[in-house]
Each structure stands twice: as structure tokens, then as C-alpha cells.
């Protein structure tokens, strides 16, 4: 390098003169950081659990024109039993084909004295052959009267303080239902479910369709079939779509949101670099007689400023490395409430990368200004204020 550099130490050593007000600047930044980590956790995790949830060999069948309401759709019973009879390339295993009969709908569930919105499927016990990733984690299928619940199903209900397991009861469609067991989805969407026998959901709204047909599709086989068959049965009034195709377009759906969270990123980092300016504000105007003498004998100014920066940056990659430390903790795996159900925060590599990017631009863009306005002052009017 062309101009000499400050000893690296020196920029250590500054960082301990002033405890406090380095204290101050360190506990700022860890907390912008752990809020940046929190809004990237929330956008991963919704990401993650919109991924996770869709099946690329299974198709779903549902109302025509229902768009992604499965929850409005209203088709015949008879179609379960029409579409494996009509449609070729249906997975089958000792003489049961991977046929799913559901009846999906959102209603209000009381938990103790609480109220909230709940996710309901009536799934027969063929749902666990088309719902691969669904396994049993406790109790047994239900029997009638009894439910099975997704392992965030308290947090979509906003069971505060509580967590719901078997033996326990829910109240909905007028009607108490005794917990048998609880089930795991690999994170996806299922999880935020409860769910009851077809037979009595059926019963307990007087209704005898369903909203959809999942089926399990060879890999080889065509679905355009299973497309053609819905488009020629008009008595019917049936679509078809690949369940990956349905989850990706709740993806586009959420984009604006994902634009929001990242735009409070923004925000946040922006709250950050001003907290930070105004700090090292207060830092470089309280030792201009120091940078003076320093110019005064022999070092440049743009080595002054690389100084500087390091203690800047050295400060935030300490708070970075605290805040990653800090959300992989507590952050990673929290579970939130959503409209389309629950899902747990997500600090992954990606997380981690982010948050600790904006972390050292933090300590980069918020030493630069007031470094810069430092030592435009001439260094006479510098020494003078010894």
C-alpha cells in the first residue's frame, strides 16, 4: 500500500478506552441485527413451509373456479370414487389405490374459554397414504368422537402459555372433540391442521360432499389425463392442479408480504446506520485534537479513515456474531401465527448471511459521514482544541 497504515491495535485498544459509550454502541447494533434476523427468520420460514407442503406426484381435484379457496370448494361424494375408476396411473398397493377424500374448511374453535379460527380437515385413513410426510408422533388414529392436531395447531389457535396434547378437548361446530393424538408434517402446512374422521365432520356440518380429492400419481403417469377427465365430466364442474402448482401460486400470493418484510428490513437497518452515525458522531468529535496529532505526525488522512472504519466494522461483526448467536437460540424455530396457519421462524444460512451482511454495513456506512466530516477540519483548528 502505497500510504502507511495505523497499527491494527490501535483500533482494538480505542474500542476499550470508552466503555461506555462502546457498550451503548454495542447493544444498539446487536439489536437492529436481532430484529433483522427476526424479519429474514419470518420470511424463511414462510418460504420453507410453503415448499415443504406441496407433493410433486400428487394432484389435487376440487371445485371449478375455486381458485386457491380449497376451503369454498363443494364437489360429490361420488368423485372419489370416479376419478381412480376413470383415470390411469394412480398409485396402488395391495389392491388400495392413493386416494384421499377430504372435506377442508376454516371455523371458529374454542379452547378452554379462547376462540379462534381453526384449519379442520375430515380425512379418512387413506389420507396417510397420499400425505407422505404426516407421521404420528403421539396417541392413535381417532375414533369418533376423538381428533388428531398438527403440532401448531396451538399457536394458530393462540393457546398462550399452553400446549395441547392428548386427552385434551376442543370445542367446534357445537360439538366437544377429545384429543387421540398429535402428527408431524416436516413443516408444512398440514401442521397447523386439526383433524377428524370425514364421516363425523360430515355429520357435524350436515354436509355430504367433499372440498377435494388428493391422489398419488405414478411417476410416469400423464397428468393431462386426470386434467381431461375433470374438463369432460361438465356434470361434475371439476379442475385439476398438481398440489406443487397450488402451493406455488399461494407463494405469489404472499410475494407482497415478502416484499414488506424485507422492506422493514430496510427500515430497520436505515434506524440502524442513524443510530450509528449519531454515536460515532459523538465518538469522532471527542477526539479531533487526537486525529489532528496523528496527521500532524505523519499519517494521511485516508489511513485515519481506514482506522476508523476498522473500529467500526470490528464493533458490528461483534454485534453480528452475538446477534446470530443470540436468534439461532431463542429466534430459530418460534413459532408464529398466520393466516394460512402457523409456521416456525427459520434461521438458516441464508438468515445467518443476511443478518450479519447488514450487520457489518452498519458499521461500514455508519463510521464513514461523520469520519469524513472529522477530518475535513484544517489540523491547526484541530490541535487547538487540545
Do not use: H
Not at 444498539?28 to 414462510?46: Q, S
Not at 398462550?160 to 357445537?174: A, H, K, M, P, T
Not at 399461494?250 to 415478502?258: A, C, G, M, S, T
Not at 489511513?303 to 464493533?315: M, T
Request: charged share 20%; proline share 3%; with cysteine.
Amino acid at each position: 500500500m502505497w500510504f502507511r497504515l495505523l497499527p491494527w491495535e490501535y483500533a482494538i485498544r480505542n474500542l476499550f478506552r470508552r466503555p461506555l459509550r462502546t457498550s451503548l454502541t454495542f447493544v444498539g447494533l446487536t439489536t437492529v441485527i436481532v430484529l433483522v434476523f427476526v424479519v429474514v427468520g419470518f420470511i424463511r420460514g414462510l418460504e420453507a413451509s410453503l415448499e415443504v407442503s406441496g407433493d410433486p406426484q400428487t394432484a389435487i381435484v376440487f371445485s371449478l373456479g375455486m381458485g386457491e379457496n380449497l376451503e369454498y370448494s363443494s364437489i360429490p361424494m361420488r368423485t372419489s370414487d370416479l376419478v381412480p375408476a376413470s383415470v390411469a396411473g394412480i398409485v396402488e398397493r395391495n389392491g388400495q389405490k392413493y386416494v384421499s377424500p377430504e372435506l377442508y374448511l376454516g371455523t371458529q374453535v374454542t379452547v378452554d374459554d379462547s376462540s379462534s379460527m381453526g384449519l379442520v380437515r375430515g380425512v379418512t385413513r387413506s389420507v396417510l397414504l397420499v400425505r407422505n410426510r404426516v407421521e404420528l408422533e403421539s396417541g392413535d388414529w381417532p375414533e369418533p368422537g376423538e381428533i388428531l392436531i398438527g403440532e401448531m395447531v396451538a399457536t394458530k389457535l393462540g393457546v398462550d402459555g399452553r400446549s395441547l396434547g392428548v386427552g385434551d378437548s376442543l370445542n367446534f361446530e357445537d360439538r366437544d372433540w377429545t384429543i387421540s393424538g398429535t402428527f408431524s408434517a416436516g413443516g408444512a402446512a398440514f401442521e397447523s391442521e386439526i383433524w377428524c374422521r370425514l364421516d363425523e365432520l360430515q355429520q357435524a356440518m350436515k354436509r355430504q360432499d367433499l372440498s377435494i380429492v388428493a391422489l398419488t400419481l405414478n411417476p410416469n403417469a400423464d397428468f393431462a389425463e386426470l386434467d381431461l377427465f375433470c374438463k369432460e365430466r361438465l356434470d361434475l364442474e371439476l379442475q385439476a392442479i398438481r398440489e406443487t402448482e397450488y402451493y406455488q401460486s399461494l407463494q405469489k400470493d404472499y410475494q407482497p408480504i415478502r416484499w414488506l418484510s424485507w422492506l422493514v428490513v430496510l427500515l430497520v437497518a436505515g434506524a440502524g446506520v442513524f443510530g450509528g452515525l449519531n454515536t460515532m458522531y459523538g465518538s469522532v468529535v471527542g477526539r479531533i485534537a487526537e486525529l489532528a496529532t496523528l496527521q500532524t505526525i505523519g499519517f494521511v488522512r485516508r489511513a485515519i479513515v481506514v482506522s476508523l472504519i476498522q473500529e467500526g466494522v470490528l464493533l458490528s461483526a461483534a454485534a453480528s456474531l452475538l446477534a446470530a448467536i443470540i436468534s439461532l437460540t431463542f429466534v430459530n424455530g418460534l413459532a408464529v401465527r398466520f393466516t394460512m396457519g402457523a409456521f416456525a421462524l427459520r434461521i438458516d444460512s441464508t438468515a445467518v448471511l443476511t443478518g450479519c451482511g447488514v450487520g457489518l454495513l452498519l458499521g461500514l456506512f455508519g463510521s464513514i459521514p461523520p469520519i469524513l466530516k472529522a477530518l475535513r477540519l484544517p489540523i491547526v483548528d484541530g490541535l487547538k482544541s487540545v
